[in-house]
């Protein structure tokens, strides 16, 4: 079912370079800027001797927080999306934090409710997949959402 | 400028209102809306049967399957179909995941796809 | 979804080479999507990684909690990158004062010789401005500009 012959970019930073720490990452809420935090976190984690397959979990899992922090979160230039990533053998912690938008806080937590669900892929909405996608792709993921800032921390156990 | 993702494409011989359409690169937040515009020209042209190409597709999230969901079932409410073809490993393994590949035509080969089509 | 100018984006990681490429291909891809052009995106990325290297090779290298930090502003027309680390050696901050002034005094083929400088040779090549400081608690922060030529 699968097909593993594409050349992916990743696959040619990859390193050996056990021992990689921690990289904090701070943008603006822009979503144009979320791909390249990604790949960073993706290149990062093989870097830390994560497979392929780890690293696109990774990157998966940072896409979707960065990008719930910009839809959800305080607009402008003013206003910071920080993606801190710590790296060692046995786990990859990633945190995003940034500063809430009043006005999007009660959306927000309905969508961490709504995690779970049983129907949660099957309706028609385009969104609203991505927390549920983390909590399957990690170990643990905790979301603390005030009227001040939101920050969600992920775990994801290395598997390969 | 978005994430880069390229489509193209070709006419099936002997397939009348189908088209293999051949995504290049990342499907994600930043160009959904770019690639809902091409697939929908592409049904309001009457070309209502699509295989999707994803052997050049090398990541997909959330906001991506979306739309993908959303061809799938759109192109079903008008008489038609959207396959996928090609998928990578990883890209599958996420659709696998969040409960998706019952949900969309996923198949191994193109050989297969095109069969299907009537 | 578009940027607006000026934005700052920041990195800190680890004193270690091997994370240098990571980090400016991430600013390299920043800048693309922000609409700078491939070639000015290449050359900062060039300026970055020379000045990273400089800055764990003769700052913090051996070190093993230190860290440094990649700052860049983003302008519509420029890009200001600001590279600061720790633990830089009074010997090799001279140096690299040294390094940075003497492009304007002497035959730059002097750093093909000794092997030494060519990093900060090319940076200087590429932007248009470069500044070194030093703070009191020994914070080594070189800043460079770089102006956007495909307007």
Known sequence: MKNDNLVTETSSDGGSAEGAKAITVTFPPFLKLVPPVRQLASRFARLGGYSTKDAFRIETIVDEVCNNAVDHGQSGVESKVEMHMAVDREKADISVTNQSDPKKVAVLKELVGRIGQANHVGNDDRRGRGLALIRMLSSNMDVNITDHGTSVHVTKLREG | METQIQITCEEIPGKANARIVRFTGDLDATNVDFTTEQIFSYFGDGIIRIIADFKQMRYVNSTGLGILLHFNKSAKEKGGCFKIVNLNENVYEIIEIIGAASLLDIYEEMSEALASLE | ?151
Request: negative net charge.
């Open chain 3, 1 to 151: 979804m578009s940027v607006t100018f000026p934005y700052t984006i920041t990195i800190k990681f680890p004193s270690d080479l091997t994370v240098i490429p990571p980090v400016r291909k991430f600013i390299s891809e920043a800048l693309q999507v922000s609409g700078f052009s491939t070639k000015f995106a290449f050359r900062t990325e060039i300026i970055v990684d020379a000045i990273c290297n400089n800055a764990i090779a003769y700052g913090s290298a051996g070190n093993a909690d230190s860290e440094v930090s990649v700052s860049c502003e983003i302008c519509a027309d420029c890009v200001e990158i600001a590279v600061k680390d720790r633990g830089g050696s009074a010997a090799n901050v001279e140096r690299l004062r040294e390094a940075i002034r003497r492009s304007r005094l002497e035959s730059p083929t002097k750093e093909l010789e000794e092997d030494t400088g060519m990093g900060l040779e090319i940076v200087k090549l590429l932007s248009e401005a470069i500044e070194l400081s030093v703070d009191e608690n020994n914070l080594t922060s070189i800043n460079v500009i770089s102006r956007r030529e495909d307007g």
